[in-house]
């Protein structure tokens, strides 16, 4: 028969087109020896008869079946993945028909790589699974109407491959690693700097509270303890300056080891107001002694010791004195020495023991005192200089200790002990120290000061000495004594007579009262008993009575502040 048959012969098989040369032309199938063919059943509408293992509706593009021998395979220009055969028919507009592709045997395909098929694309479609071969026959109709006309095949025309038939691979592109770790990194270090600006944001918002809650804490405590100027309740520190205070009293008495002598201070510790006072005790102060004679501060020191100074100081000032600390010059050298020297405004010269040698103590404001230089300046009295002077000295070597002492009473006491000294009965070194550490703290705030307490040439003590010592600074009023303790009385001699004072002072401390000497004064023709309240007014009487002088010198009116009744005597006292 002649290869290029009439086209209209139901026996015609037209030649199969297995891919495209490198000029886009077609290859077709190679013909084959003649196979017998099977009988195939006659179509009415002219289309191709049907093979016998092909499915429903004709495709173009199957594969018909081929021998087993192994044809070779046509190059692919293309390098296109070997597709896979068999879809089923499409209508006149490209849509499918619905039924299934022929089962193609793949293995007699040309121009298609078989290893291939085992490595499947990350974007190709799956393969449509082969259609069962139809039992009745090529020539069974199914009934389902008419196939629809194939597009005609025309040769060396490219025809128009579907999508469907391609498989796309996505090849990895080799920078696309170093993008991704890129905007991994940049998204890491956005995170950690938002991060780190949001904990920044919370330290500083922190920081603001803690801030503002230490100055409302600082200002709540300054206004509580009225040291805010302008803030402070008026009606408050009136009443405490001139309304019952608490006062802890102790009388130090400092030693001189080398030159001797003494030098006596009372350290006050208002509880009330919260101030600190030395008041120094010139040695020339007149007190009585137990028996009641009349004596000075410093001769009652020496022979009265420690318990009996202080209470003739206590019947004298009308204060309570809690205890009495004495303090040799040693062991106030190494007081300072331990507080780590002091700073002291110097108002003269000290020279030092060594002849032709700089003055040991220089003169100025601020200067650093150690412990020798400190018990130089405090024990100095200049020659011709008055006590007072010396005294003086003495008050700011003890403020500036009571500066470098802690203010907590531990600590306080540690340094007490540890100066080894042997201490009074009265005052143990847990008083001690606790006593120091209130009065540094005062000293430290500035809520101190040095007075001096002034007394007549004869040693007695001055209205002003009373009235602003006394009374403000040693308790205001002198405090009612016990039930059982002697009546404190005040005697001023106005005689003229120098005899009048002793001859009062036998009288009183034999019928039972405390004498206190208040000196001398211009002489009067009358003399006077003056009491305090009424309450007091029984005792003026039996005074008066003691004394000899008549009931109508008794009188209400304000005693010395340092007695319970006051006595003036005059011309009209009988001195025996």
């Given at each position: 028969m002649n290869d290029r048959q009439n086209p209209y012969d139901p026996y015609y098989q037209q030649p199969q087109i297995v891919g495209y040369d490198e000029y886009g032309q077609p290859v077709?199938?190679?013909?084959?020896?003649?196979?017998?063919?099977?009988?195939?059943?006659?179509?009415?509408?002219?289309?191709?008869?049907?093979?016998?293992?092909?499915?429903?509706?004709?495709?173009?593009?199957?594969?018909?079946?081929?021998?087993?021998?192994?044809?070779?395979?046509?190059?692919?220009p293309y390098g296109q993945q070997p597709q896979q055969q068999g879809y089923g028919g499409y209508d006149n507009y490209g849509y499918e028909t619905g039924r299934q592709p022929a089962a193609v045997d793949t293995t007699q395909q040309w121009n298609v790589p078989q290893q291939a098929a085992a490595q499947p694309s990350s974007l190709s479609a799956p393969a449509a699974a082969p259609a069962p071969p139809d039992p009745a026959g090529p020539g069974h109709d199914t009934g389902a109407g008419p196939e629809p006309e194939p597009e005609p095949?025309?040769?060396?025309?490219?025809?128009?491959?579907?999508?469907?038939?391609?498989s796309f691979i996505e090849e990895p592109d080799e920078d696309s690693e170093d993008v991704i770790d890129w905007l991994k990194f940049t998204e890491s270090r956005s995170e950690r700097r938002e991060e780190a600006r949001r904990r920044g944001r919370n330290r500083m918002?922190?920081?603001?509270?803690?801030?503002?809650?230490?100055?409302?804490?600082?200002?709540?405590?300054?206004?509580?303890?009225?040291?805010?100027?302008?803030?402070?309740?008026?009606?408050?520190?009136?009443?405490?300056?001139?309304?019952?205070?608490?006062?802890?009293?102790?009388?130090?008495?400092?030693?001189?080891?080398?030159k001797g002598g003494t030098s006596t201070a009372l350290l006050v510790d208002n509880v009330t107001t919260k101030q600190g006072?030395?008041?120094?005790?010139?040695?020339?102060?007149?007190?009585?002694?137990?028996?009641?004679?009349?004596?000075?501060?410093?001769?009652?020191?020496?022979?009265?010791?420690?318990?009996?100074?202080?209470?003739?100081?206590?019947?004298?000032?009308?204060?309570?004195?809690?205890?009495?600390?004495?303090?040799?010059?040693?062991?106030?050298?190494?007081?300072?020495?331990?507080?780590?020297?002091?700073?002291?405004?110097?108002?003269?010269?000290?020279?030092?023991?060594?002849?032709?040698?700089?003055?040991?103590?220089?003169?100025?404001?601020?200067?650093?005192?150690?412990?020798?230089?400190?018990?130089?300046?405090?024990?100095?009295r200049g020659e011709g200089e008055d006590e007072a002077k010396q005294l003086t000295r003495f008050g700011a070597v003890m403020r500036g200790v009571l500066r470098k002492v802690s203010d907590d009473p531990k600590s306080a006491?540690?340094?007490?002990?540890?100066?080894?000294?042997?201490?009074?009965?009265?005052?143990?070194?847990?008083?001690?120290?606790?006593?120091?550490?209130?009065?540094?703290?005062?000293?430290?705030?500035?809520?101190?000061?040095?007075?001096?307490?002034?007394?007549?040439?004869?040693?007695?003590l001055t209205d002003e000495a009373t009235e602003n010592v006394v009374k403000d600074i040693l308790g205001g009023t002198v405090k009612a004594p016990a039930a059982d303790a002697p009546v404190r009385v005040g005697v001023k001699n106005a005689t003229g007579n120098e005899e009048g004072l002793g001859s009062a002072r036998v009288k009183l401390i034999n019928g039972g009262y405390t004498f206190i000497g208040g000196g001398t004064s211009a002489a009067v023709s009358l003399s006077e008993v003056v009491y305090r309240t009424a309450a007091d007014k029984e005792k003026?009487?039996?005074?008066a009575a003691t004394l000899g002088i008549p009931d109508d010198a008794v009188k209400q009116g304000k005693p010395a502040a340092n007695a319970d009744v006051s006595v003036l005597l005059g011309q009209n006292y009988e001195i025996k």
């Open positions: 077709y199938q190679q013909p084959q020896a003649a196979q017998q063919q099977q009988p195939q059943a006659y179509d009415p509408y002219g289309q191709q008869p049907q093979q016998a293992d092909q499915g429903y509706g004709y495709d173009p593009y199957a594969q018909q079946p081929q021998p087993a021998q192994q044809q070779p395979q046509a190059y692919d095949v025309v040769p060396g025309q490219r025809r128009a491959d579907r999508t469907e038939q391609f918002v922190a920081l603001v509270v803690v801030v503002a809650l230490v100055v409302v804490g600082g200002i709540g405590y300054l206004w509580s303890a009225g040291m805010i100027p302008g803030l402070s309740d008026p009606d408050k520190d009136t009443a405490a300056s001139t309304g019952p205070q608490k006062r802890d009293v102790i009388v130090v008495h400092l030693h001189n080891t080398k006072t030395t008041v120094l005790l010139p040695n020339s102060l007149a007190v009585a002694d137990e028996d009641g004679v009349a004596t000075t501060l410093g001769k009652s020191v020496d022979a009265d010791g420690t318990t009996g100074t202080r209470e003739s100081l206590g019947n004298l000032l009308g204060t309570d004195i809690t205890g009495t600390w004495r303090l040799d010059t040693p062991y106030l050298e190494t007081l300072v020495d331990l507080v780590g020297n002091i700073e002291v405004d110097t108002d003269t010269d000290v020279p030092d023991a060594k002849k032709g040698a700089s003055p040991l103590v220089k003169k100025g404001e601020a200067q650093t005192l150690s412990g020798q230089m400190a018990v130089a300046y405090a024990t100095y006491t540690v340094t007490v002990q540890t100066l080894g000294q042997i201490l009074d009965p009265s005052l143990p070194e847990k008083d001690l120290g606790a006593s120091l550490a209130k009065l540094a703290q005062h000293a430290k705030l500035g809520d101190y000061k040095t007075t001096l307490l002034p007394v007549q040439a004869d040693g007695s003026a009487a039996q005074v």
